[in-house]
């Protein structure tokens, strides 16, 4: 694998400990099911951004370049979001929560293989890394990435 695609999908998307997505009841009238998606979308970037921020990977929404975050910047990230899971697949949008949850995945098993680089991507793919980029650039304003 390219070491661009590794890096990529090593700093994509992390942590939030904000409050749960509250999904629109069955029935639930359009707008209010937009209103909820939108809330969830906003709380997200937050999370994304702040962790990221947080632990130095990132300065006024926009990643900073890979040779300047350091492994064990990369490592706290990673961290955070394995310690945040069940909040961040919480208030993660619907449409890219698979995406969210093979990110973690592939998190957990970074760790348990001691950060190896060599750490295979599964079950995230190439895909899902380019949808949770595209989703921090188009609906996060997050640039850099």
């Known amino acids: 694998m390219r070491k661009s695609i590794r890096t990529a999908a090593l700093t994509t998307v992390v942590l939030g400990v904000l409050g749960t ?4 009841a ?27 921020t947080k632990y130095g990977a990132m300065k006024n929404k ?4 890979q040779n300047q975050v350091p492994m064990r910047t990369r490592i706290a ?7 945040g899971r069940s909040k ?23 760790k348990a293989n001691h950060y190896a680089t060599t750490t295979p991507l599964a079950p995230l793919t190439i895909a899902e890394i380019h949808q949770l980029a595209a989703f921090q650039r188009t609906k996060c304003g997050i640039s850099g990435i």
């Open 26 to 52: 069955p029935g639930a009238s359009r707008s209010t099911a937009n209103a909820t998606a939108d809330r969830s979308a906003a709380e997200w970037c937050a999370a994304v951004i702040r962790i990221n």
């Open 77 to 83: 990230i990673f961290e955070a979001a394995l310690a």
């Open 21 to 24: 997505f509250a999904a629109a």
């Open 62 to 65: 926009r990643y900073l370049p």
């Open 88 to 110: 961040l697949l919480a208030i993660t949008p619907p449409e890219i929560r698979k995406a969210q949850r093979d990110e973690l995945t592939f998190f957990a098993h970074l």
